[in-house]
Every structure is written in C-alpha cells, then in structure tokens.
Nanobody
C-alpha cells in the first residue's frame, strides 16, 4: 500500500511564499514522474508542475518564474516552492506520483490535497 502525504499549505498574503512537501511511503520499488496539480472552486484540476526521476521539470505558463518544483529521491519526496503568490493561485493542491510497488506494475497515486489560500 502506498500513501502520499502533503504538507505546507496555508493562508498567505499576495506576494508571499509557501513551500509544499509531499512524502511517498509504503512498499515502493520505484518512483518515476512526480507532480503537483491544483483545483480551484468551480474549475477543473490542472497540472501546475512536474518533475521526472532525473529532475527534468515542466510548468504551466501561469506559474513559470514564480514556482519551483524539486525532489529528493532518497526521501521519496517532492517539493513545490511557491513565490510571488497571487490570489488566483488559491486552490487545493494535490501531489501525484507514478509509483511501482513490489510485485506490481506502475500506477498513479494521489495525495489528499492541501489548501493554499492567497489573500489580496
């Protein structure tokens, strides 16, 4: 069984920063791509940033230059450093990872989500 647990969300003023963390635990054989998605009220879930096992990154245009995704493979952890936050960044942020467990094939796992609220 695999769990993804996010932390680091909260309330911040516009222009401020937050750092999200997501730790994967369980019977993990390997982790490939990891990423952060977000979903604002009334909107579809969107990919914010992703990172490959070899740290190649990808960002949605709206966060380029403000957000930085990174990972620590030894700790099965992915981070999202969010700077210069804007009210439109307000959403529930979800961690996502492609994980292979012992004796199984690759599957996509999701965290429970962490709320980020940016006040104007």
């Amino acid at each position: 069984q695999v769990q993804l647990v996010e932390s680091g969300g909260g309330l911040v003023q516009a222009g401020g920063s937050l750092r999200l963390s997501c730790v994967a635990s369980g019977s993990i054989f390997g982790i490939n791509n990891m990423g952060w998605f977000r979903q604002a009220p009334g909107k579809q879930r969107e990919l914010v940033a992703s990172i490959t096992r070899f740290s190649s990154t990808n960002y949605v245009d709206s966060v380029k230059g403000r957000f930085t995704i990174s990972r620590d493979n030894a700790k099965n952890t992915v981070y999202l450093q969010m700077d210069s936050l804007k009210p439109e960044d307000t959403a529930v942020y979800y961690c996502n990872a492609d994980i292979r467990t012992y004796g199984s094939s690759w599957s996509k796992y999701w965290g429970q989500g962490t709320q980020v609220t940016v006040s104007s």
